[in-house]
């Protein structure tokens, strides 16, 4: 069943299976690190997840694509570590929508990406891909049982529908989770403005905001503006999705929300788990704001179940990098890079060399 979309010039609307189980298919990229703010941060998880959710349907609309929304994983990743402290964590995404904007605004984007070079886009993918790698075996190694039992159930299930693997392991962690601490009542926040906390600009906000941008310019930017070509045969540019992630930090960071960007990793999970419209995007709204009902059941979600999920899509990530490139070798030298180091630095490190090739 396909409805018309007047809003979006890219795809149709359509109500299928693959639409429901694709609408889950950057959940698993997003949670872990969301979560983990709630837990280890002054960040509110209901506010995170109400703002996830505003946006996963904003851009369902918009675009007609299930574009992916993440967290920006730099910025995350410092506070969730102590680098940083939640008011540095607004202030670098404030800052980062406001450059965003300005970049795609100015098309700067269009530019760069004639002296990047596919393959180092390429790179960038399979850097994210490791990364996703990474993250999976952090959390399968610190609950093995639990991961071992997550892998059974996952190829019981792909026996019968690879499209239904991630919907069944988060039902199955989400009933483990309430048999665990319980049902909570429902309850949504209170919205107003930093409700967890004023903005503070600071040498180590800046420091985050500088790594951020060179994993958004050449993952959520770049990258993803190619995989929605090869993937869903969508034309959207770059500058148009910084732009995009420009007005969304500028617009929801104010009010409790995660810096948030665009990402290859969540759009290859979605296309994995069979989305292929905008309406994975609605039903994955929909499923943000029911989360945010009953937040604190999030925290008790056997993360190690997420860890057999991020393999899969690492894998999806993976292959598509490296079967659209002729120059392979260098794809998986930015990989190896990002390993030792980050995405951003992988990404410099890339353009350096493929410049200093040319």
């Known amino acids: 069943?396909?409805?018309?979309?007047?809003?979006?010039?890219?795809?149709?609307?359509?109500?299928?299976?693959?639409?429901?189980?694709?609408?889950?298919?950057?959940?698993?990229?997003?949670?872990?690190?969301?979560?983990?703010?709630?837990?280890?941060?002054?960040?509110?998880?209901?506010?995170?997840?109400?703002?996830?959710?505003?946006?996963?349907?904003?851009?369902?609309?918009?675009?007609?694509?299930?574009?992916?929304?993440?967290?920006?994983?730099?910025?995350?990743?410092?506070?969730?570590?102590?680098?940083?402290?939640?008011?540095?964590?607004?202030?670098?995404?404030?800052?980062?929508?406001?450059?965003?904007?300005?970049?795609?605004?100015?098309?700067?984007?269009?530019?760069?990406?004639?002296?990047?070079?596919?393959p180092v886009v390429r790179g960038v993918q399979f850097a994210v891909a490791c990364m996703l790698v990474v993250a999976a075996v952090e959390l399968v190694v610190a609950a093995p049982a639990v991961a071992g039992a997550g892998l059974a159930i996952a190829v019981t299930v792909a026996l019968v529908s690879r499209r239904a693997v991630a919907l069944v392991l988060l039902v199955v962690g989400g009933v483990w989770a309430a048999a665990t601490v319980g049902v909570p009542q429902p309850t949504l926040p209170e919205m107003g403005l930093f409700p967890t906390g004023e903005p503070s600009v600071s040498i180590a906000a800046i420091e985050g905001l500088t790594a951020q941008l060179a994993m958004t310019v050449g993952n959520a930017a770049i990258a993803t503006s190619l995989l929605l070509s090869d993937l869903y045969d969508a034309d959207v540019s770059s500058d148009r999705l910084a732009g995009s992630m420009g007005v969304m930090n500028l617009a929801a960071v104010p009010f409790g929300a995660l810096p948030m960007c665009h990402g290859s990793g969540g759009l290859a999970g979605k296309h994995a788990f069979g989305a292929r419209t905008g309406t994975a995007n609605l039903v994955a709204g929909a499923l943000y704001l029911g989360l945010a009902f009953v937040a604190d059941l999030l925290v008790a979600f056997p993360m190690a179940l997420l860890g057999v999920l991020l393999l899969v899509v690492a894998a999806s990530l993976a292959r598509v990098a490296l079967g659209a490139t002729d120059r392979p070798l260098f794809v998986l030298a930015i990989g190896g890079v990002s390993i030792v180091t980050n995405v951003g630095a992988a990404f410099v490190a890339g353009v350096v060399w493929w410049r200093l090739r040319g």
Do not use: C, Q
């Open 1 to 118: 069943m396909a409805l018309s979309s007047r809003l979006s010039p890219f795809r149709t609307f359509e109500i299928s299976t693959g639409e429901l189980t694709g609408a889950i298919g950057d959940s698993i990229t997003v949670l872990p690190l969301v979560v983990s703010l709630g837990v280890l941060t002054p960040a509110s998880l209901p506010h995170l997840l109400v703002w996830f959710a505003v946006f996963r349907v904003v851009w369902g609309i918009l675009y007609g694509v299930p574009l992916s929304v993440e967290p920006m994983k730099a910025i995350a990743g410092l506070a969730i570590v102590g680098g940083i402290t939640y008011g540095e964590l607004a202030a670098a995404g404030l800052l980062a929508g406001g450059v965003l904007l300005v970049v795609g605004w100015r098309n700067w984007l269009e530019h760069i990406d004639g002296v990047i070079g596919e």
